[in-house]
């Protein structure tokens, strides 16, 4: 062996034993470059506008910059499969949605277990679904809903944002749990409801409460109740459907983070205790609250927990209106 190699050999072993890294072999602290964060959705919608809220204020925490990406297509698998199929070294993350979820039940193809294959770091937002009608509907309250429905099966028509949708699961949780029949009516989309009930073409819409918070302020449209566990903080006056009575887990249009399965566990660490002093800091509280959403904390064992039990109440549902992909 040469001289210049054994100097360098010594050198190497040298830090080694004094527990110093040796540059070029992979142990760059994490993150030291741009991180992406995928939104399997269009821009505009509740998961891009939280998910960009996110970064802006992980950038702050992470010193690095934290950009997102919309790659959107069938359900939000396409820019879920992107992120399945990245290197598993932290620099490209999922920003999650139950949308998300939901397709991984329905759709066919999907390649990947949302469970498994990806690992929540945490929650981003919450954005409660609601019930629906218009301002001058008989209909006043959730209990007037209820008794209105029991007293005429499958008259009342009630709109949702389309098949396999969040809201047409958490309609048919309702109707099971309020045991009551509806006349479910799909649409094209969360947008497509508020005029057909604004028309009179259905008696209630159920969707996003967020994205038609303007419609309630301007006294057009009225909610009768929303999943969740909290009231809205700008209508405090609507109750949940748990405060009602209804205890079952009802589906929330949430958005997460999650880096793929295989990221190295000290990546998935600082990942979470970035984003907890994100989801707890007083600026994100007050720029999720004023898009309608709000904040919630949760351990990355909380929210998987909270995952699992919404896929089994979507299976079970999925199942018993066949919707469930095939094996």
């Known amino acids: 062996m040469g001289a210049s190699k054994r100097i360098v050999c010594m050198v190497g072993l040298t830090m080694l034993g004094l527990g110093l890294s040796i540059p070029g072999h992979g142990q760059d602290r994490y993150p030291s470059r741009a991180v992406e964060i995928v939104i399997p959705w269009a821009a505009g919608g509740s998961t891009d506008v939280s998910g960009r809220i996110f970064a ?36 490209t993350l999922l920003g999650g949605s139950l949308g998300w979820l939901l397709s991984s039940v329905t759709l066919e193809g999907v390649v990947y277990d949302p469970l498994k294959d990806f690992i929540p770091v945490t929650k981003i937002s919450n954005a409660p679904h609601g019930i629906f009608v218009k301002s001058d509907s008989p209909i006043k309250t959730l209990e007037d809903f209820v008794d209105r429905a029991k007293k005429n099966p499958g008259v009342l028509s009630c709109g949702h944002a389309g098949t396999a949708s969040d809201g047409h699961f958490n309609i048919e949780i309702f ?15 969360n947008a497509e409801i508020p005029p057909v009930i604004l028309g009179g073409h259905v ?65 998935v660490d600082t990942l979470a205790q970035a984003s907890e002093k994100v989801v707890k800091s007083k600026e994100f509280i007050e720029a999720i609250e004023k898009t309608g959403s709000s904040a919630e904390f949760l351990t990355p064992e909380q929210y998987k927990k909270v995952l699992e039990d919404e896929k089994v109440v979507a299976e079970k549902i999925a199942l018993e209106l066949g919707l469930k992909k095939g094996k």
């Open 56 to 91: 802006n204020e992980l950038t702050k925490i992470l010193k690095v910059p934290i950009t997102s990406s919309n790659r959107v297509g069938a359900s939000g698998t396409v820019g879920a499969t992107y992120v399945h199929k990245a290197r598993k070294d932290g620099y």
């Open 175 to 189: 109707q099971r749990a309020a045991a009551i029949q509806l006349k479910v009516v799909p649409f094209k989309g």
């Open 203 to 267: 008696d209630v819409g159920i969707g996003i409460a967020s994205s038609w918070m303007n419609l309630v302020k301007a006294g057009n449209l009225r909610i009768l109740g929303i999943t969740g566990d909290n009231r809205l903080k700008d209508l405090p006056e609507v109750p949940t459907f748990k405060e009602k009575g209804f205890k079952q887990t009802f589906l929330i249009n949430w958005v997460g983070l999650f880096p793929p399965a295989g990221v190295p566990q000290a990546v």
